[in-house]
């Protein structure tokens, strides 16, 4: 049974060390870990093998996941006096699953060179219902050879995992993933703002939204074109747009409310559609 340390045991870790302990990505695995809060080992002691220190939960392993917080805390459990890379056997390969900047990523990468250890930088997406069904989207980044040492124990957790290249691809997609997320998350706030400032009531909004995102086409998909809009309807679509952007900017003035995303979209429509 190959043996996995996870350093961090939050939201992610935790998740990740219940799919590949129990086996649900199809194969089980023996898990260790470290988090500074004992609470959470304790809640974890059916699933991981506690260890005091990321040094002594890395002993043995064969690939280390690091699952904490940010860049700091990245360099901490990697590189300080009792962080992985101080193993007295140290682990084939280390995955970075925090959202990290690209130079701690770079880092990392030369950092663990320097002692013989693969890294790659493992970007997911999905949360915590993913990953309780194993099927977490994981974008990982980093050279070929290391990418078959880690990629069995990503499996045991994701569906699919995605080798997007190079060292820092995977944070790369990663954090173009987030920006898509947390702008449609803004996005959906303003419409819904402005709807019931109008008047509308919530509930029949949301309704309305549901049914017609049904017939929408999906945002990615103008990405995956290589343009923004396809086809020979692009100036008419942008038209509509510049049309109905303005009369909801009217709207929300007239309601006194500001309103950034339409501001801003009614300036980039005509790139969005190919036509600058």
Request: glycine share 12%; hydrophobic share 50%.
């Amino acid at each position: 049974m190959s043996k996995v340390a996870i350093i961090g045991l939050g939201v992610i870790g935790s998740g990740v060390a219940r799919a590949l302990a129990q086996g649900k990505g199809g194969r089980t695995f023996e898990v260790a870990g470290f988090d500074v809060r004992q609470e959470t080992l304790d809640g974890l002691r059916d699933t991981v093998r506690a260890a005091p220190s990321p040094r002594l939960a890395s002993e043995g392993a064969d690939v280390v996941l690091v699952a904490v917080m940010d860049d700091a805390q990245v360099r901490a459990v990697l590189d300080g006096a009792d962080g992985v890379l101080a193993a007295a056997r140290l682990p084939r390969a280390v995955a970075i699953l925090s959202t990290v900047t690209l130079p701690t990523v770079l880092w990392a990468g030369d950092t663990c060179a320097a002692r013989g250890v693969a890294l790659v930088d493992c970007g997911v997406s999905g949360g915590p219902h993913a990953l309780a069904h194993a099927s977490i989207t994981s974008m990982v980044g980093g050279d070929e050879a290391a990418f078959e040492i880690v990629r069995p124990v990503i499996d045991g957790f994701s569906d699919p995992t995605i080798h997007c290249g190079q060292l820092g691809n995977g944070m790369r997609a990663k954090l173009a993933r987030n920006l898509i997320i947390y702008t449609d998350w803004m996005v959906a706030w303003e419409g819904a703002r402005l709807a019931r400032a109008a008047g509308v009531p919530l509930d029949k909004f949301v309704q309305c939204v549901t049914a017609s995102d049904r017939w929408v086409r999906p945002h990615m998909a103008m990405v995956s074109e290589g343009t923004g809009l396809t086809g020979g309807s692009n100036a008419a679509t942008a038209a509509y747009a510049d049309k109905d952007l303005r009369a909801a900017l009217a709207l929300g003035e007239e309601l006194g409310l500001n309103l950034p995303a339409a501001t801003l979209a009614l300036d980039l429509f005509p790139e969005v559609a190919g036509l600058r």
